[in-house]
């Protein structure tokens, strides 16, 4: 039997700034083992995502500065069209004041590299963002790959094993009370996810800028609130100044590094203020060389909804 390879489509594309492909793509890898983000052993990412005409696969490489991408599937052409800004290339850092702080101004000055970057993609962003919602890290990230093998398409083209694409969301509509059990869903969190795949269609962004239009829109589903919003605008549109209001960790780690303290969310909020229109970049900052309050209590406990 004769195997028909499908030929890749290809872009180019140099950078005006020391891109790090791997950290610019880190805040949409959901654990290591996320099948529609993978890292291959000669440095090449992989990364698996729906287009308004179909499943893509993208490889990225950097070869002396310049990104090569290669795609597959039948959105191949509009995903090779958003690498650069997956990467980063519509941030517009040049207006930020790290200076207002000394810890801001170190962290901005040592990473030169770090540009936030969307996907274009509400949907690939709001499916992940609704199964972590409530529950610890390793809890979403494994419900997460269940769903994928259950529900997501094979990743097109030559793409590692195991990759897959996120589920349609007529294929999430049509997934049974008990395959949600099996991956671990509870009950708040596959009501929110049904209602949001019923109007997956008008949350999809023509304008790729307007976070706040899109924060407003995603609010008004049931079972999305200002944290789940926030999640997805920063990774969909590439929000410079979203912060995840309610996060459990994000206050004391603002309140930690720039007050030395630990606050709830006004605090945290009042704290970046200074810095409104690039708030997210700060907390990126943070995340990168912040610092959190002593731990003194037990660690939160992952459930496993699989078990009741």
């Known amino acids: 039997m004769t195997v028909t390879v499908e030929t890749p489509h290809e872009a180019s594309w140099r950078p005006d700034w020391p891109l790090d492909v791997r950290r610019a793509l880190s805040p949409h890898r959901r654990g290591t083992s996320d099948p529609t983000l993978q890292y291959a052993p000669d440095g090449a990412a992989w990364r698996t995502t729906s287009t308004p ?17 290669q795609a597959w599937g039948p959105g191949a052409d509009w995903a090779l069209g958003v690498v650069p800004r997956w990467l980063g290339d ?14 801001v101004e ?5 990473s030169p590299w770090l540009r936030i ?35 997501g398409e ?10 897959r694409v996120v589920p349609s969301a007529e294929r999430v509509r049509a997934v049974t009370d008990w395959e949600w059990h099996r991956c671990g869903l509870d009950g708040a969190r596959r009501r929110a996810l049904l209602a949001v795949a019923g109007v997956a269609s008008r949350l999809e962004c023509d304008d790729h800028t307007d976070c706040e ?13 200002v944290w789940t919003a926030a999640e997805v605008a920063q990774r969909a549109i590439g ?27 006004a605090g945290m909020l009042e704290l970046l ?12 900052l943070l995340e990168i060389g912040g610092s959190r309050p002593p731990k003194r209590g037990p660690r939160m406990a992952p459930t496993d909804y699989r078990r009741y």
């Open 53 to 69: 005409t179909g499943a893509a696969t993208v490889r990225i490489v950097v070869r002396g500065g310049e990104v090569h991408a």
């Open 90 to 103: 519509d941030d517009r850092p040049e207006d930020f004041r790290a200076a207002l702080h000394p810890l």
């Open 106 to 110: 170190r962290l901005h000055r040592s």
């Open 117 to 151: 970057g969307g996907t274009g993609r509400v949907w690939d962003a709001l499916v992940p963002g609704v199964l972590e919602q409530k529950v610890t890290g390793i809890e979403a990230h494994r419900t997460w790959r269940q769903l994928l093998l259950l529900a």
């Open 154 to 163: 094979p990743a097109p083209g030559p793409a590692p094993a195991g990759m």
């Open 213 to 225: 239009d899109l924060r407003r829109r995603l609010r008004s589903v049931p079972g999305i609130g």
């Open 239 to 265: 929000c410079p100044d979203q912060v995840s209001v309610g996060d459990y960790h994000l206050k004391n780690l603002v309140g930690w590094s720039l007050a030395g303290r630990k606050t709830d969310d």
């Open 273 to 284: 203020e200074p810095w409104r229109g690039h708030r997210q970049r700060v907390v990126r």
